[in-house]
């Protein structure tokens, strides 16, 4: 919307500009469009003859353009749309909670739900409460009424209970989606988690006791008779 309000603006003001800028250089010529305009209007269009096609047709433009500037109107000056819940807790205190938030929480309770293929919720907010419209596709074979119930009874209980939002109206709209049944998914279980291996402890090493290298004596041969040398006379003596 405000892009179009740009658009819009821009557009008058370049028409504006252009209308001003040529009544300041040629101000005879628009004064003479101006005087022969009513003229040349009630000659082209006969307004006395209402049966007239041309008649019909300025009036359909007219009245076009009035419902258009009026539709323009209403949205400019309408109050804008509130994009918070305010929410009281047990101590006094007050907390807005976006509307955004909520509707995220319900799209994914609720497309949790067997047989529902998508869900769409709309949450507008009142100052201290909201009112919820779901858009549902659901399974073809599914009871209607009690998915219903139980699309309003958890969309309850996510806002009330753990939101802490009061809830006023709650519309469930809801469409025939795909013929095969949509089950709810089975939490998948994280993998244990690996425990680190125990570090070993360093034992000590026994070594062996080595074989101690005994010296090796030299062994002496005996000494025999051929190898005794005669004694000196002057020793013995």
Do not use: C
């Not at 008649?55 to 209403?74: E, K, M």
């Not at 009061?166 to 709209?173: E, I, M, P, Q």
């Amino acid at each position: 919307m405000n892009l179009f309000n740009r658009v819009v603006i821009v557009i008058l003001l370049v028409a504006l500009l252009a209308a001003t800028s040529l009544s300041l250089l040629a101000p005879r010529t628009v004064l003479d469009i101006l005087r022969n305009a009513p003229d040349q209007i009630e000659a082209t269009i006969p307004f006395y003859n209402i049966l007239s096609g041309a008649y019909w047709a300025y009036l359909g433009v007219g009245l076009g353009i009035i419902v258009l500037f009026g539709l323009l109107l209403w949205l400019e000056l309408r109050p804008p749309r509130r994009s918070t819940v305010e929410v009281s807790d047990a101590e006094g205190y007050k907390v807005r909670v976006s509307v955004k938030s909520i509707t995220q929480r319900l799209q994914t309770a609720l497309g949790g739900l067997a047989d529902v293929s998508r869900v769409k919720p709309k949450v507008i907010s009142r100052g201290k409460k909201v009112d919820v419209t779901l858009d549902v596709q659901v399974h073809p074979a599914v009871d209607l009424p009690l998915k219903t119930d139980e699309i309003t009874q958890v969309t309850r209980e996510v806002i009330q209970e753990r939101m802490g939002i009061s809830v006023g109206k709650v519309r469930v709209k809801m469409q025939d989606g795909p013929d095969r049944p949509r089950a709810v998914p089975e939490p998948e279980l994280p993998p244990p988690p690996e425990l680190p291996e125990p570090d070993q402890p360093v034992l000590p090493v026994e070594l062996e006791p080595t074989a101690q290298i005994e010296p090796e004596y030299l062994i002496q041969e005996p000494v025999g008779e051929d190898s005794l040398e005669p004694l000196d006379a002057s020793a013995e003596a």
